[in-house]
């Protein structure tokens, strides 16, 4: 199969990618009006698609391009996985030219994905520090789904 790397998403594909949240836990609510506007706040999107310019991978990240970045939402459609894609993207976003004087990439994934990020560096342990989170007053409803 072949695919190609794009940094913008046409409609379409932005369509393609609400529909890729919606079958995920972490993000079935997100709508297309959503997604438009956190793709144009995101520093770096990096999307995968097909022949067709059909969307079948997709990560994003937020970075101040020096100190801090952190990748978000990395997700490869469901009949495309297992193919070594999830391995494609991931090679293409650590190795993105504006990513490689950041001095830490973070990354949100479940306990079971742990194995899969360590190949490029990844560790859960991060010295003495905590994560927090502060939850929007409208969101706290669903923190059962997390």
Known sequence: MTYKFVDTLTEKQISELVQLYKNEFWSKQRTYQDVAK???????????????????????VLTDFVYRATIYDVIIKPDYRKQGLGVKLLDAIVNHPQLNPVEHIALYCLPEMIPFYQRWGFTPKVGNLKLMYRYHQSHKDKLHDY
Request: proline residues 0%; neutral net charge.
């Open 38 to 60: 956190m793709l144009k706040a995101s520093n770096i999107v990096l999307g995968l698609i097909d022949n067709n310019e059909q969307l079948i991978g997709f990560t994003r």
